[in-house]
Antibody, heavy 121, light 110 residues
Framework: EVQLVESGGSLVQPGGSLKLSCVAS????????MDWVRQTPGKSLEWIGE????????NYAPSIKDRFTISRDNAKSTLYLQMSNVKSDDTAIYYC??????????????WGQGTLVTVSS | DIVLTQSPVLAVSLGQRATISCRAS??????????MHWYQQKPGQQPKLLIY???NLASGIPARFSGSGSGTDFTLTIDPVQADDIAAYYC?????????FGAGTKLELK
């Protein structure tokens, strides 16, 4: 069974930093591109960014570019999201997702339970 | 970015058919491949994949769910609606980066 378990969410002050983790199990982690998606309170879903299988390639949404960094440790089957210079607009539930499909024909096949990040002074 | 437009709310009766639409600001199809996907989200839970590539049922999803469409117009159909289907439904495109989601349609009981 595929499982994705996020952790690391908490209350953080504006301008602060936070690192989220996502531990994967039930599949060969190193074979899959992974993504982070967030959901703001009462709002829709927003893609944050992606990382390829060996961690050599990342892409980010313009809204968070240069503030967030996605990385992975395939030996630990763990995905990371390093958040810096956070703003109140970053308050959201952050989901780790595993893709299905390939190239453009991909979808978010599995989702973790999410971890809540609250940015407030 | 490709904008996906969904109606905010759809009210249905149990046992009836629900048709949820999603319109894209530009085509999300490449040749015959329709890069539109659907998710269900119940309160307090993470989203769950229902339909991928417009019409393919994800593993474990009941056959009362179906998807159709191409180009810019897509539909998720639930027939018949059961009490367990009361949730929010989101469409998502992967035709262009960044992948984008619709604002969601809340399925409510009449």
């Amino acid at each position: 069974e595929v499982q994705l378990v996020e952790s690391g969410g908490s209350l953080v002050q504006p301008g602060g930093s936070l690192k989220l983790s996502c531990v994967a199990s039930g599949f060969t982690f190193s074979n899959y591109w992974m993504d982070w998606v967030r959901q703001t309170p009462g709002k829709s879903l927003e893609w944050i960014g992606e990382i390829n299988t060996d961690g050599s390639k990342t892409n980010y949404a313009p809204s968070i570019k240069d503030r967030f960094t996605i990385s992975r440790d395939n030996a630990k089957s763990t995905l990371y999201l390093q958040m810096s210079n956070v703003k109140s607009d970053d308050t959201a539930i952050y989901y780790c997702t595993r893709r299905g499909g390939y190239y453009h024909a991909y979808w978010f096949a599995y989702w973790g339970q999410g971890t809540l990040v609250t940015v407030s002074s | 970015d490709i904008v996906l437009t969904q109606s905010p709310v759809l009210a249905v009766s149990l046992g009836q058919r629900a048709t949820i639409s999603c319109r894209a600001s530009q085509s999300v199809s490449i040749s015959s491949i329709n890069l539109m996907h659907w998710y269900q989200q119940k309160p307090g839970q993470q989203p769950k994949l229902l339909i991928y590539r417009a019409s393919n049922l994800a593993s474990g999803i009941p056959a009362r769910f179906s998807g159709s469409g191409s180009g810019t117009d897509f539909t998720l159909t639930i027939d018949p609606v059961q009490a367990d289907d009361i949730a929010a439904y989101y469409c998502q495109q992967s035709r262009e980066s960044p992948p984008t989601f619709g604002a969601g349609t809340k399925l409510e009981l009449k």
